[in-house]
């Protein structure tokens, strides 16, 4: 009986793990526009079958806005915005890392060089 049990219990975790999963490699797309201007403007904007979207316009070699979003591997949708221009890229999004707070002793310590370095100037 054991061993009836053991088989049926193997066979159907064979089969759970053999359904096919969402593929994003045969994910189709869904809408795809693009423009490109002479004066160097362009734009795109496409979305995909597995919940993927993008879109971008800018000036090439001068200036981006964009925004893409997809669905994570835990199921929670990812949102991103940024821009980028001669000062970087710039994303925002909550999924994206934020550095934790300096601490107060850092802060004071800053403080402290700031004012030291400040009275060693003003003796010169």
């Known amino acids: 009986m054991f061993k009836v049990v053991f088989s049926l219990l193997a066979l159907a975790a064979a089969v759970a793990l053999a359904a096919p999963a969402a593929d994003d490699a045969s994910a189709n797309i869904l809408t795809h526009e693009s423009r490109l201007e002479p004066d160097g403007a362009y734009s795109y904007r496409y979305s995909t079958s597995n919940g993927i979207q993008a879109e971008e316009s800018g000036i090439g070699g001068q200036s981006v806005q964009g925004s893409a979003s997809w669905v994570g591997d835990d199921g929670v ?41 400040a009275s060693q100037n003003g003796r010169k």
Request: charged share 15%.
């Open 77 to 117: 949708p990812i949102v991103l915005t940024y821009t980028a221009d001669e000062n970087g890229f710039h994303p925002q999004g909550v999924h994206l890392p934020t550095p934790p707070p300096i601490p107060e002793y850092i802060l004071r310590a800053l403080r402290y060089i700031e004012a030291k370095q």
